[in-house]
């Protein structure tokens, strides 16, 4: 049945295609003498009336409209608050729009309803209302162009475009849309005054023509393809088949408009100064998102009243097409829904990824992305199962299999699921972080990227280590909250340890008072005591906190100081030496022997 109701409605197409285009071929010869009868009509009209009238009306409705606008836009208050902030760039787009959409209120008033309230002949009553109604829809379009556009005002644009871009594009919107308003008139004109409707469809393609004119010198800069595409446009609206026009026109211009929704909320939201390539704000997100969420099912309602289809009898309809056309409705609604949820989501944790810049919010640049990978794989799973439905499929029957299979896997990869389970644990111990330096047995480093099943570290070295979560085991931490960093210098058994206390003392002073260290200092060096006597020297010992990760270039500038002062307050640094000592007898014994030797060895 659907293939049949499919199969007559072409071939009802195609007749009517072919007998419009009949129907053309026949009236173009007597076109001439068609609008020969239409300017007797309007001769003949005049005669009653002088010529010009019903144009006279018009400008004067017109002028009387503008002066009602002028008018009203005289007391309107000026708004000159600029402060910068995206709630005032909106409120300064809104009033801006709002008083624009008035002023073209009072224009109305003034000529449409000032004509109105007075009684005319049918004919110049019809003939007026029609071009000032044409104006007043020209300029609705100009005032929509204008809050888009803003060609003269860069901060209220709400599409991204440069000036000059702005300037071109507002210009050929102004143009396209007179043009069209304009034989839309003269063809209710012409339409009452007679003229034969295939003569006058001769009449409105000669006017399209100057449409796809506009449309070739908007777009012949910039992409030459667009040319042809504007003439195809103009072909299947010449030969009635509105249908694929809309269609053509929903293919191209889709992507178009979805992008520019998403580019235009980004550009108005974002903050004065700040990067466009920032993270997206949550409302930017949602809007941009609900908006090319409408821009679809607006493109998919223009199409199916295009194509004459019945909504009532998609609805009601039991066929196999019919089903198949209702679930793929369902299942795109799904889909946008959870684009939306998803963007929403994303968005949220880029803000808070972007915000989290300090160690004080390493947990979260470590938690945020493994959220956003979790929400991102119930989303799709959600989507598809939801879609499936739609669709008619059963998905029980689905997820008990699931069920089965996972059961299967699961005692095949004993291991994946422990290194999972592993992972789990660890961060909700909040073991590691990304950016923290951990060891683990024989493995050390900075955390990098926390896997699936696997940490990777960077040894200071350069290596890197992937490790199952399942073979961390013990992990040792060494950058969470502060690190005690000991130091053990060894000094001669006659230095005064009383005077190297103060040096070490104000050595701790002066690096808490240097701004490039101090910041990392927790506690300043300080000498804890002696540890202890050796062979050679007096060990001392010292100690300092400071933030993990900072000790060693602290300890560095702590040795230099140290060495520098002790040097110039007379303490000796001790080191190993040899001594050798006895009764003289025995040492002039010794050096004798040595002499014979060596002269025995002369030759």
């Given at each position: 049945?659907?293939?049949?109701?499919?199969?007559?409605?072409?071939?009802?197409?195609?007749?009517?295609?072919?007998?419009?285009?009949?129907?053309?071929?026949?009236?173009?010869?007597?076109?001439?003498?068609?609008?020969?009868?239409?300017?007797?009509?309007?001769?003949?009209?005049?005669?009653?009336?002088?010529?010009?009238?019903?144009?006279?009306?018009?400008?004067?409705?017109?002028?009387?409209?503008?002066?009602?606008?002028?008018?009203?836009?005289?007391?309107?208050?000026?708004?000159?608050?600029?402060?910068?902030?995206?709630?005032?760039?909106?409120?300064?787009?809104?009033?801006?729009?709002?008083?624009?959409?008035?002023?073209?209120?009072?224009?109305?008033?003034?000529?449409?309803?000032?004509?109105?309230?007075?009684?005319?002949?049918?004919?110049?009553?019809?003939?007026?209302?029609?071009?000032?109604?044409?104006?007043?829809?020209?300029?609705?379009?100009?005032?929509?162009?204008?809050?888009?556009?803003?060609?003269?005002?860069?901060?209220?644009?709400?599409?991204?475009?440069?000036?000059?871009?702005?300037?071109?594009?507002?210009?050929?919107?102004?143009?396209?849309?007179?043009?069209?308003?304009?034989?839309?008139?003269?063809?209710?004109?012409?339409?009452?005054?007679?003229?034969?409707?295939?003569?006058?469809?001769?009449?409105?393609?000669?006017?399209?023509?100057?449409?796809?004119?506009?449309?070739?010198?908007?777009?012949?800069?910039?992409?030459?393809?667009?040319?042809?595409?504007?003439?195809?446009?103009?072909?299947?609206?010449?030969?009635?088949?509105?249908?694929?026009?809309?269609?053509?026109?929903?293919?191209?211009?889709?992507?178009?408009?979805?992008?520019?929704?998403?580019?235009?909320?980004?550009?108005?939201?974002?903050?004065?100064?700040?990067?466009?390539?920032?993270?997206?704000?949550?409302?930017?997100?949602?809007?941009?998102?609900?908006?090319?969420?409408?821009?679809?099912?607006?493109?998919?309602?223009?199409?199916?009243?295009?194509?004459?289809?019945?909504?009532?009898?998609?609805?009601?309809?039991?066929?196999v097409w019919i089903r198949l056309v209702r679930g793929?409705?369902?299942?795109?609604?799904?889909?946008?829904?959870?684009?939306?949820?998803?963007?929403?989501?994303?968005?949220?944790?880029?803000?808070?990824?972007?915000?989290?810049?300090?160690?004080?919010?390493?947990?979260?640049?470590?938690?945020?992305?493994?959220?956003?990978?979790?929400?991102?794989?119930?989303?799709?799973?959600?989507?598809?199962?939801?879609?499936?439905?739609?669709?008619?499929?059963?998905?029980?029957?689905?997820?008990?299999?699931?069920?089965?299979?996972?059961?299967?896997?699961?005692?095949?990869?004993?291991?994946?699921?422990?290194?999972?389970f592993s992972k789990f644990f660890y961060l909700l111990?909040?073991?590691?972080?990304?950016?923290?330096?951990?060891?683990?047995?024989?493995?050390?480093?900075?955390?990098?990227?926390?896997?699936?099943?696997?940490?990777?570290?960077?040894?200071?070295?350069?290596?890197?280590?992937?490790?199952?979560?399942?073979?961390?085991?013990?992990?040792?931490?060494?950058?969470?909250?502060?690190?005690?960093?000991?130091?053990?210098?060894?000094?001669?058994?006659?230095?005064?340890?009383?005077?190297?206390?103060?040096?070490?003392?104000?050595?701790?002073?002066?690096?808490?008072?240097?701004?490039?260290?101090?910041?990392?200092?927790?506690?300043?060096?300080?000498?804890?005591?002696?540890?202890?006597?050796?062979?050679?020297?007096?060990?001392?010992?010292?100690?300092?906190?400071?933030?993990?990760?900072?000790?060693?270039?602290?300890?560095?500038?702590?040795?230099?100081?140290?060495?520098?002062?002790?040097?110039?307050?007379?303490?000796?640094?001790?080191?190993?030496?040899?001594?050798?000592?006895?009764?003289?007898?025995?040492?002039?014994?010794?050096?004798?022997?040595?002499?014979?030797?060596?002269?025995?060895?002369?030759?």
């Amino acid at each position: 049945m659907a293939e049949e109701a499919a199969a007559g409605y072409l071939a009802g197409r195609v007749d009517a295609l072919r007998e419009h285009i009949v129907a053309l071929i026949t009236a173009a010869p007597g076109l001439p003498a068609e609008l020969g009868r239409v300017r007797a009509q309007l001769e003949q009209e005049w005669q009653s009336r002088p010529p010009g009238t019903v144009l006279g009306l018009i400008l004067g409705f017109i002028v009387l409209g503008f002066v009602v606008e002028a008018g009203y836009r005289y007391f309107i208050p000026k708004r000159n608050t600029q402060d910068g902030s995206v709630a005032e760039r909106l409120r300064s787009i809104g009033w801006r729009l709002a008083v624009d959409l008035g002023g073209v209120a009072a224009f109305t008033l003034g000529s449409a309803a000032a004509f109105l309230a007075f009684d005319w002949p049918t004919r110049t009553r019809q003939a007026v209302i029609g071009f000032l109604a044409a104006f007043i829809v020209l300029r609705l379009v100009i005032v929509t162009s204008r809050a888009l556009l803003s060609p003269r005002d860069a901060r209220l644009r709400i599409l991204p475009a440069s000036d000059s871009e702005a300037a071109f594009w507002h210009l050929r919107i102004g143009l396209f849309t007179g043009w069209f308003a304009l034989g839309w008139v003269i063809k209710d004109w012409l339409l009452l005054l007679g003229m034969e409707q295939a003569s006058l469809r001769l009449v409105v393609y000669v006017l399209g023509l100057g449409l796809l004119a506009i449309a070739i010198e908007a777009f012949w800069r910039r992409s030459r393809l667009a040319a042809v595409y504007f003439v195809l446009l103009w072909v299947l609206w010449a030969m009635r088949a509105f249908g694929m026009l809309w269609l053509a026109v929903v293919i191209a211009a889709l992507p178009v408009v979805m992008r520019l929704a998403q580019a235009s909320v980004d550009h108005v939201l974002r903050p004065e100064g700040a990067a466009a390539a920032g993270p997206r704000s949550v409302l930017a997100a949602a809007l941009g998102r609900a908006l090319r969420a409408l821009v679809i099912v607006g493109a998919a309602f223009l199409l199916v009243h295009a194509f004459g289809l019945d909504v009532d009898a998609l609805a009601a309809g039991d066929s196999v097409w019919i089903r198949l056309v209702r679930g793929a409705v369902h299942a795109l609604v799904i889909v946008l829904v959870a684009d939306v949820v998803w963007m929403v989501t994303a968005s949220l944790i880029d803000q808070k990824l972007a915000a989290a810049n300090d160690p004080g919010h390493a947990r979260l640049r470590t938690l945020l992305p493994i959220v956003r990978g979790t929400v991102a794989v119930v989303l799709i799973v959600m989507t598809i199962l939801m879609a499936l439905s739609a669709f008619g499929v059963q998905v029980g029957p689905l997820l008990a299999s699931a069920g089965v299979i996972g059961i299967a896997i699961g005692f095949g990869a004993q291991t994946l699921v422990r290194d999972m389970f592993s992972k789990f644990f660890y961060l909700l111990d909040d073991a590691f972080r990304v950016g923290e330096y951990i060891q683990s047995g024989n493995y050390k480093g900075t955390v990098e990227h926390l896997g699936v099943r696997s940490v990777v570290l960077r040894h200071h070295r350069g290596p890197v280590y992937t490790i199952p979560y399942g073979q961390l085991g013990a992990v040792q931490n060494q950058s969470r909250d502060w690190v005690i960093d000991k130091l053990t210098i060894g000094l001669t058994f006659d230095s005064d340890l009383d005077k190297a206390k103060k040096l070490i003392k104000q050595i701790g002073k002066d690096l808490a008072k240097d701004p490039e260290l101090a910041p990392n200092i927790l506690e300043p060096l300080k000498m804890q005591g002696v540890e202890q006597f050796g062979d050679f020297a007096i060990q001392i010992r010292m100690k300092m906190m400071t933030k993990p990760g900072e000790q060693f270039v602290i300890r560095r500038r702590a040795y230099a100081m140290i060495k520098a002062a002790f040097d110039a307050n007379g303490i000796r640094f001790a080191h190993p030496t040899v001594q050798v000592a006895g009764p003289a007898e025995a040492a002039a014994a010794a050096a004798a022997a040595t002499q014979q030797a060596l002269k025995a060895s002369a030759p």
